[in-house]
């Protein structure tokens, strides 16, 4: 991290002065223009109405993201809706196209009615949806009657979404997707291809630019006040944090990965500090402060700082609750065991595809569905030794580490089993290997961050036979997650003129699927 920082007078010294002449100049122009032509009203800016996250999949820190979401404005006042779930736990196939909007539909009917019209067979007027499937590769958007895009437009959010999702990042995915939606609603019409009139479209845009300059000004005057206040909370907890990480037990292997995460947390508690100092109060703003791109990003770079702050202290602390066995210790150990839970609940894919298996993987998946059954006993039995204090912390965790081992062999067994069953060449062995390259969820945990501090978390799953350095810490997720993507690449592959490409949209409901549902939106995979 960068030690030195031009100082908060420097910054502000050309603020003073540039911004007010540029937004001098622009008043002036559209005091020329405005007899000259007549401009429609500009487009109003309102944030969401409400933002509600829905995230069956733990993928999400539902609170940060509907933090950021509130901050975008749209068009007209809207309920922006984010659902991040699974296709499977309603009971659809995910090689089926159409399992998100099925999905999202089922959600609707059987959880949240109110996102449907009167009359059930549209979404709710004002009503916003964007969804995430991050295990099996979806992503839609959808809308109600009067704030519905359409199918290309449906399809850009869907693209602005897709390349955060390939990382894996699921928050940015969906922040994309709303900034997108937001652009696109009610898109004025200066903003079109189709403008002839000069000095309309000319006074538009200077007055838009105004506006934006304005609001962008506003915007990061509320975002430096926000994260001021929530630098001081993160403040106020330092010292129990750093009491916590230096109080770490230094035989364990998982307070070592702790004590790492710590020093980083000090190193960004010093980046934050510095750019806290460069960002003036609000007793301290000129009236111009705001209007420079590097004022924006220094507050972004100052609250994304703040942010990690927050995730990093929250994790230290309840590091020390878990291994000291004291206070929250019990909600510590439920994230430690959300890994293998995930695991478990994944073992339905490999029922589901038992039948259409030959000889061979018939026998490793029954092998890995039996070791699935006595996975559960252990982590309940574990779960009980440790309550009852008959084990010690860093023995539960490497017994847990021990199952995630053996459930990863299996897996890698059954992985290879299914490309030799599968591939019918050298070149649709090595796409299937490819897929098998593929991204996952992150865990936050002690073990997680164990295997990362030891890059234990970077080899593909079918590198070798029992392999323990599998990619990520749940490996029949992983699997189930495979299995949906590499079927849909084999089948492109060997289809390339009829298969529906990885981001062509899927729109609509069938009769079947959607009972006469005709509500706006569409899918797509990622």
Do not use: C
């Not at 006042?77 to 999202?104: G, Q, W, Y």
């Not at 359409?150 to 850009?156: G, K, L, S």
């Amino acid at each position: 991290m960068s030690t030195s920082r031009p100082s908060s007078s420097a910054l502000d010294a050309p603020r003073t002065r540039r911004p007010s002449r540029v937004v001098l100049l622009l008043l002036a122009l559209l005091a020329v223009l405005l007899p000259a032509a007549l401009s429609p009203a500009p487009a109003r800016a309102e944030p969401p109405a409400s933002v509600e996250v829905t995230d069956t999949t733990r993928s999400v820190d539902p609170e940060i993201l509907e933090h950021r979401l509130a901050e975008i404005d749209f068009r007209t006042e809207v309920r922006l809706v984010v659902l991040v779930l699974d296709v499977t736990e309603h009971d659809l196939d995910p090689a089926d196209d159409r399992a998100l909007n099925d999905a999202v539909l089922d959600h609707a009917r059987s959880s949240d009615p109110s996102l449907l019209s009167a009359d059930g067979s549209h979404w709710a007027d004002g009503t916003v949806i964007l969804a995430l499937d991050p295990e099996n590769r979806f992503l839609g958007s959808y809308g109600g009657e009067d704030v519905k895009l359409t199918e290309e437009q449906f399809a850009d959010v869907q693209d602005a979404m897709r390349d955060p999702a390939r990382d894996g990042d699921w928050g940015r995915s969906v922040e994309a997707g709303a900034e997108e939606y937001a652009a696109l609603l009610l898109r004025p019409w200066w903003q079109r291809p189709a403008v002839q009139i000069l000095a309309g479209a000319a006074l538009v845009l200077a007055g838009g630019w105004v506006l934006i300059l304005l609001g962008l000004r506003r915007g990061s005057r509320e975002r430096a006040d926000r994260t001021r206040i929530r630098h001081d909370e993160v403040l106020a907890r330092r010292a129990l944090t750093d009491a916590a990480g230096r109080t770490l037990p230094d035989s364990s292997p998982y307070a070592q990965a702790v004590v790492r995460d710590h020093e980083r947390y000090t190193e960004t508690f010093a980046e934050a500090e510095q750019l806290r100092e460069q960002v003036p109060t609000a007793e301290e703003r000129s009236r111009s402060w705001g209007l420079l791109g590097r004022d924006r990003d220094l507050v972004r770079r100052w609250e994304d700082e703040v942010e990690a702050l927050d995730a990093a202290d929250d994790r230290i602390l309840a590091a020390a609750d878990l291994l000291h066995r004291m206070g929250g210790w019990r909600g510590s150990w439920e994230l430690e065991l959300l890994p293998l839970r995930d695991s478990l609940k994944s073992l339905g894919t490999v029922r589901g595809e038992r039948g259409a298996m030959s000889g061979t993987e018939r026998v490793l998946a029954d092998r890995l569905l039996d070791l699935g059954e006595h996975t559960e006993q252990e982590i309940t039995a574990l779960t009980a030794r440790l309550e009852a204090d008959e084990i010690d912390p860093d023995s539960a965790l490497e017994e847990l580490d021990t199952l995630t081992r053996e459930l990863s062999a299996a897996v890698a067994a059954l992985t290879r089993a299914r490309i030799d069953a599968q591939a019918e060449d050298d070149e649709e062995r090595a796409l299937l290997e490819e897929e098998a390259e593929g991204r996952g969820r992150h865990y936050r945990s002690l073990r997680a961050l164990r295997a990362e501090l030891e890059g234990r978390d970077g080899r593909s799953p079918v590198a070798g036979e029992g392999s323990e350095d599998f990619w990520r810490l749940s490996p029949v997720a992983w699997y189930s997650s495979w299995h949906g993507s590499s079927g849909q690449a084999l089948s492109e592959h060997r289809n390339p003129t009829t298969s529906s490409s990885s981001t062509s949209s899927v729109s609509g409901y069938s009769p079947s699927s959607g009972g006469g549902f005709s509500g706006a939106g569409s899918s797509s995979r990622f």
